[in-house]
């Protein structure tokens, strides 16, 4: 399994970002995937899911009406569009397959929101 994530990056508040996670590995189209991130200093959250058909999809409180996850099958990538940005959406975000009980995760790609 490989996950490589990409698309980070410095934006301004209110600005936007599209995350891309490319997988690998495994049959990407019969598994939900997961978008966490983890700020310096706090633990690892969950942000976004979404089913392995893209038919279903789920967001964190502080991410919902901001965040849009989103999947491509026949790319074997998995999106996170960010918009209205906040400083406190710093972090390095993660994509993330749960596979037979075991977590899989990308390298990670940094997102800083400053002015």
């Known amino acids: 399994v490989q996950l490589v994530e990409s698309g980070g990056g410095l934006v301004q508040p209110g600005g936007s970002l599209r995350l891309s996670c490319l997988a690998s590995g495994f049959t990407f189209s019969s598994y939900g995937m997961r978008w966490y991130r983890q700020a310096p200093g706090k633990e690892r959250e969950l942000v976004a899911t979404?089913?392995?058909?893209?038919?279903?999809?789920n967001y964190a409180d502080s991410m919902k009406g901001r965040f849009t996850i989103s999947r491509d099958n026949a790319k074997n990538t998995v999106y996170l569009q960010m918009n209205s940005l906040l400083p406190e959406d710093t972090a390095v975000y993660y994509c993330?397959?749960?596979?037979?009980?075991?977590?899989?995760w990308g390298q990670g790609t940094q997102v800083t929101v400053s002015s």
């Open positions: 979404i089913t392995s058909t893209g038919g279903s999809t």
């Open positions: 993330n397959l749960r596979l037979y009980g075991r977590n899989y």
